[in-house]
């Protein structure tokens, strides 16, 4: 999903992982007014490698910096989303069963040349790395892809150490202040 004042959202079918991408400008304000947040509802926990997927027709960010909040711990990741067209790894994270937890990108990246550089919202892949007891069975186990725009964005997974779920930055929603 993503937040904050919509007129600063730019939608692109052009371009991005499945067709279609969401970016902004970054900002060095403290505190964030766009980002993008995809729900992880995973039906297995375990180690996954998280990688995200960066456009170099849009993402011109040097320091995009990611946050997931997993398993109650939040893992911070900066990348600099100009380095690969496609994409990119973040790191390996223990995501637990359940929801509650998310990866959220913010525009408030601080860096020089804010408000005019581009921040991309694109898909997010999950590919198991540890050996889980699960027969890959279930809803999300294999390919899924989620693209249309909408609030309630998520994964649900079966346990397969082969599994890989790519979410898509899902709808626009203004962000209350």
Not at 20 to 28: A, F, N
Not at 78 to 95: M, N, R, S, Y
Not at 119 to 130: E, K
Request: net charge negative.
């Amino acid at each position: 999903m993503a937040g904050g004042p919509s007129a600063y959202m730019r939608h692109v079918s052009t371009a991005g992982s499945d067709g279609d991408l969401l970016w902004t400008h970054t900002t060095d304000h403290a505190d964030e007014a766009n980002f993008g947040r995809w729900n992880l509802d995973l039906a297995e926990g375990g180690t996954y490698k998280l990688e995200v997927y960066t456009d170099k027709a849009f993402a011109q960010s040097t320091q995009a910096r990611y946050t997931v909040h997993a398993a109650g711990t939040d893992h911070d990741f900066i990348i600099d989303q100009t380095h690969a067209d496609g994409w990119q790894p973040l790191g390996e994270v223990q995501i637990a069963a359940g929801g509650e937890q998310w990866l959220h990108l913010s525009d408030n990246t601080g860096e020089p040349g804010a408000e005019t550089v581009q921040l991309v919202f694109d898909a997010v892949r999950l590919t198991r790395v540890d050996p889980g007891s699960g027969s890959g069975s279930g809803s999300g186990s294999g390919d899924e892809m989620m693209d249309e725009p909408g609030e309630n964005g998520g994964c649900s997974a079966g346990g397969s150490s082969g599994l890989v779920i790519a979410l898509a930055a899902l709808g626009l929603r203004r962000r209350r202040r």
